[in-house]
């Protein structure tokens, strides 16, 4: 990972608050690495929390901002992925909010939560002190399935997860009257996708159903596009990394098959696309796609 992950404290900050439509919250992640968009959306009835930060003190701040905006209604957690940014804070809802994930999602917590938060722990001072005292927290309700529709009262959410692409259980959450989609790390605005292939420890991740998921994901046409990370914005958010991930993949199969060695494609392809995308974030996860691909290949 970069010295940026070092240098930067995970902090979510509850002024960043910003309504994307009607009843709908984003505590903005400021573009601070490994704080996450989260979302707050309010029913009559009920309130549901999209994901919450890294860690018991991020968990704490972003209830408070949730009981505070429901406003007496009852709480719900769900969370877009396990990875630590965006759940392991979930201790603050235990016994606060029902707390739903998909089974594949839970299940992968289970068997990979540890090492997850062992290997965070290495990002330096800061990101090791949002981690002191983590639990790992396991849902009140795991949906098995496509999907799950909650009722807020007045107001629909659907619930969606697709198979194994940037985890096994991405999940999707989409406020249908409002048209509005969190895709969490599915898709991130001007960052390049973080594709956390580390075999042999870890290598679940699939890019083509990936793209399919966010080709799916267009024909639903949404207004508002909240990304794991970066700027809300439209549909654009989809189409851009669905067409980043899918060049990247031609590329590195290209040249392999001209007999490009792995370092090789690295070493010239890398440079290349990071000059492409001279405003994108996190440039390190460009190499991590590029050895996936060339595995694949």
Same mark, same amino acid.
């Given at each position: 990972?970069? =010295?940026?992950?070092?240098?930067?404290?995970?902090?979510?900050?509850?002024? !960043?608050?910003?309504?994307? *439509? =009607?009843?709908? $919250?984003?505590?903005? =992640?400021?573009?601070?690495? #490994?704080?996450?968009?989260?979302?707050?959306?309010?029913?009559? &009835? *009920?309130? +549901?929390?999209?994901?919450?930060?890294?860690?018991?003190?991020?968990?704490?701040?972003? #209830?408070?901002?949730?009981?505070? #905006?429901?406003?007496?209604?009852?709480? +719900?957690?769900? +969370?877009?992925?396990?990875?630590?940014?965006?759940?392991?804070?979930?201790?603050?809802?235990?016994?606060? *909010?029902?707390?739903?994930?998909?089974?594949?999602?839970? @299940?992968?917590?289970? !068997?990979?939560? &540890?090492? $997850?938060?062992?290997?965070?722990?290495? /990002?330096?001072?800061?990101?090791?002190?949002?981690?002191?005292?983590? !639990?790992?927290?396991?849902?009140?309700?795991? $949906?098995?399935?496509?999907? +799950?529709? #909650? @009722?807020?009262?007045?107001?629909?959410?659907?619930?969606?997860? $697709?198979?194994?692409?940037?985890?096994?259980?991405?999940?999707?959450?989409?406020?249908?009257?409002?048209?509005?989609? /969190?895709?969490?790390?599915?898709? &991130?605005?001007?960052?390049? %996708?973080?594709?956390?292939? /580390?075999?042999?420890?870890? *290598?679940?991740? @699939?890019?083509?159903?990936?793209?399919?998921?966010?080709a799916k994901l267009e024909t639903s046409h949404p207004s508002v596009v909240v990304p794991g990370h970066g700027a809300v914005g439209g549909p654009e958010i989809l189409v851009t990394v669905r067409?980043?991930?899918e060049d990247l993949g031609c590329r590195v199969a290209c040249r392999r098959k001209a007999g490009d060695n792995v370092d090789a494609i690295l070493s010239t392809l890398g440079p290349e696309v990071?000059? &492409?995308? %001279?405003?994108? @974030?996190? %440039?390190?996860?460009?190499?991590?796609?590029?050895?996936? /691909?060339?595995?694949?290949?």
């Amino acid at each position: 990972m970069t =010295d940026d992950f070092a240098a930067s404290t995970p902090n979510v900050d509850p002024d !960043a608050l910003i309504e994307v *439509a =009607d009843g709908i $919250y984003v505590i903005s =992640d400021r573009r601070v690495p #490994l704080v996450p968009n989260i979302g707050i959306v309010l029913g009559s &009835e *009920a309130a +549901l929390v999209v994901d919450a930060g890294m860690g018991p003190a991020n968990g704490a701040k972003v #209830l408070t901002v949730a009981r505070r #905006l429901a406003a007496g209604r009852r709480l +719900l957690l769900t +969370l877009t992925h396990f990875h630590p940014e965006h759940g392991f804070g979930a201790q603050a809802f235990k016994g606060n *909010a029902h707390i739903v994930y998909n089974a594949s999602q839970r @299940d992968e917590l289970a !068997a990979k939560g &540890e090492a $997850y938060l062992g290997m965070f722990r290495t /990002f330096g001072p800061a990101v090791a002190n949002a981690l002191d005292g983590v !639990a790992l927290i396991m849902p009140d309700e795991a $949906y098995k399935g496509a999907g +799950l529709t #909650l @009722d807020l009262g007045d107001r629909l959410v659907e619930l969606a997860t $697709y198979g194994l692409a940037h985890t096994r259980g991405d999940q999707t959450v989409n406020v249908p009257d409002a048209k509005t989609l /969190f895709v969490g790390d599915l898709a &991130e605005e001007r960052i390049f %996708p973080i594709f956390p292939w /580390f075999p042999p420890n870890d *290598a679940d991740l @699939d890019a083509d159903n990936w793209t399919r998921i966010l080709a799916k994901l267009e024909t639903s046409h949404p207004s508002v596009v909240v990304p794991g990370h970066g700027a809300v914005g439209g549909p654009e958010i989809l189409v851009t990394v669905r067409k980043y991930i899918e060049d990247l993949g031609c590329r590195v199969a290209c040249r392999r098959k001209a007999g490009d060695n792995v370092d090789a494609i690295l070493s010239t392809l890398g440079p290349e696309v990071r000059a &492409e995308h %001279p405003d994108w @974030d996190a %440039p390190e996860w460009i190499d991590f796609a590029i050895r996936y /691909f060339a595995a694949k290949a």
